[in-house]
């Protein structure tokens, strides 16, 4: 139904910042939550971080907390993850999702996937 298209992944160093881009195609992201999870190898996938549309509250991983921010662009249909200070440990391929409703908690379902983008932090 909608296609969530990310970008911005990459290799950088350790302490290093990378934003993340979410575009939504094909339909608004307008009234949904948009959030920001994560899988590394041999690991399950991780919620890191969830933006609402009213209010625009924000919910964060307490790994992330303090060094990643998430906001959106109605405009340009979009949702951002800036990530600054980067850990060896943030290497993992992050995946843009929509869901309908709050964003209350990291164990809520959503509804629609991206295909991810790779992020690599070396030491």
């Known amino acids: 139904q909608v296609q969530l298209v990310e970008s911005g992944g990459g290799l950088v160093q350790a302490g290093g910042s990378l934003r993340l881009s979410c575009t939504g195609r094909g339909r608004s992201l307008i009234g949904y939550a948009m959030g920001w999870f994560r899988q590394a190898p041999g690991k399950e996938r991780e919620f890191v971080a969830a933006?609402?549309?009213?209010?625009?509250?924000?919910l964060y991983a307490d790994s992330v907390k303090g060094r990643f921010t998430i906001s959106r662009d109605n405009v340009k249909n979009t949702v951002y993850l800036q990530m600054n200070s980067l850990k060896p440990e943030d290497t993992a391929v992050y995946y843009c999702a929509l869901r309908i409703g709050m964003a209350r908690d990291p164990n809520q379902r959503y509804d629609s996937w991206g295909q991810g983008t790779q992020v690599t932090v070396s030491s």
């Open positions: 933006v609402n549309w009213s209010p625009t509250s924000t």
